[in-house]
């Protein structure tokens, strides 16, 4: 007998992790594919998609081919896609977004039409993809970004959005007072239930890069100014206090798996739903390494989301939505 041997009754938390099935029954959060959303990217000027270099296996969508995956993603049963889109041209507000030929606002239309019925259709409300300069608002003189005069620009753009079929709109600008500034437009404009899902932490992160490709972003420097400080996680909850009073239906912590702990605080604090984002860069960390024979690719892309869902996200918005939401279908059998 080992000179160790634990006495009777000793406490053996390895007794819950003796067979498959205990280990399941016992887990204390789950994936499913209701939880999982979906980002896509849709062009304008494109005629075939195309795979993105920093994202392997994400691909810059023509309307058709949009389309067509959001039928595959809710074929899959996952909860909800979220909309992003480039424009053909650029201008210092961003024109295109509150127009209803604007390519995001068509692709709301499009994938309302195809999907609404079995998933959520959302669309980013965010100026940096339709403007020459690449920044989230409107420009001052100077080239500061101008929060108030932003503001317009989210209200005309979350009315076009709304009145192109998107059930949840996704604030993802970081201007102060988002959220009012849409909740009071949308609903003077008569769409009293389109949900606004407010970006409530979003911070300052070098994880973006591979987004910043996807949308062929102009920026010319950094966002700052009005993305939160890496090193502050006590400001998120001053954050969540106000999208709570402004309106907000659904609140957002983003990156995700640099910020887990940022997540659990505030959705330890939150009356409403709490979302994360597994950004581009998180993605390709996994892809890249998997590619390189570092890591075994599904076992941690599952284990990076159910990473989320113990920090207490409700729902995740992750590049592998589809792919996992059939895995997780294949693995019942
Ligand atoms: C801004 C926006 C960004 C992402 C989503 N919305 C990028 C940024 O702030 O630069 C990043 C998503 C990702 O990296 O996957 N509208």
Known sequence: MSRYALAPGAVRPRRLRTTPALRRLVSEVRLHPADLVLPMFVKETLTEPVELQGMPGVFQHTLDSLVAAAEEAAEAGIGGIMLFGIPADRDAIGSQVDSPE???????????????DRLVVMADLCLDEFTDHGHCGVLTDTGAVDNDATLD??????????????????????????VAAVRDA?????FTDTVIMGYTAKYSSAFYGPFREAVESQLDGDRRTYQQDPANGREALHELDLDLAEGADIVMVKPGMPYLDVLAEVAAASPVPVWSYQISGEYAMVEFAARAGAIDRMPAILESLIGFKRAGADAILTYWATEVAQELAARKQ
Not at 102 to 116: D, F, H, K, S
């Open 153 to 178: 620009r989210y209200a005309a753009m979350g009315i076009a959005q709304a009145r192109a079929g998107a059930q949840v709109l996704g604030l993802s600008g970081m201007m102060d007072g988002q």
């Open 186 to 190: 949308l609903d003077t404009a008569g």
């Open 102 to 116: 604007g390519i995001l606002n068509r692709a709301i239309t499009a994938c309302q039409e195809a999907v609404g």
